[in-house]
């Protein structure tokens, strides 16, 4: 699998896993921790760190039209 997909990949979940109601309430709480994660690994790997951070940027940008569209604005 290449970068792009992973890429790809994680921008859909995290966009999707807000629809799900217990599952956006952890969502905040496992973004934090995953941002700590990923600035402790920039130490090692930057590039693959800064990928990963805006990949997960780039779903909580997307979570809430996605919720939107497929929900179909009732939220």
Do not use: D
């Not at 700590?36 to 909580?60: D, F, K, S």
């Not at 979570?63 to 009732?74: E, H, I, K, T």
């Amino acid at each position: 699998m290449t970068y792009e997909w992973l890429i790809v990949a994680a921008i859909v979940l995290v966009a999707v896993l807000p629809i799900i109601k217990w599952l956006r309430r952890l969502l905040w709480a496992f973004s934090i921790a995953f941002f700590a994660m990923m600035i402790v690994h920039m130490q090692h790997n930057p590039g693959e760190a800064t990928l990963a951070l805006g990949a997960m940027g780039g779903g909580l940008l997307l979570a809430r039209p996605v919720r939107r569209l497929v929900l179909g604005g009732m939220l």
